[in-house]
């Protein structure tokens, strides 16, 4: 029997193709929003990807999720994401 969760949402990548991600959480961060997600199923040890959520220029009440370059913010964002759930996850350094 397959489950469908409320938390897993479908995006497109670069090529198009659909790929499916668990949402788990919603960061701010200097002025800016972040949307932690996890890929479905959980490949690479679960690597979390983290988007900024941008205002869609042709729709207004649209969001778009965009890579982020800056390694200094990801890891900022991430490190607020590991303080907030240190107890729910087990975080594996690299």
Same mark, same amino acid.
């Given at each position: 029997?397959?489950?469908?969760? #409320?938390?897993?949402?479908?995006?497109? #990548?670069?090529?198009?193709k659909e790929v499916k991600f668990e949402f788990l959480d919603l960061v701010e961060y200097d002025n800016r929003e972040f949307i932690l997600l996890l890929p479905v199923p959980a490949e690479d040890g679960g690597t979390v990807a983290i988007l900024e959520v941008l205002e869609c220029e042709d729709d207004p009440e649209m969001e778009e999720y965009v890579s982020v370059e800056e390694q200094d913010v990801l890891d900022a964002v991430f490190e607020k994401f590991k303080k907030e759930f240190e107890d729910d996850f087990n975080f594996i350094e690299d």
């Open positions: 029997m397959s489950e469908e969760f #409320d938390n897993i949402i479908s995006l497109e #990548d670069e090529d198009g």
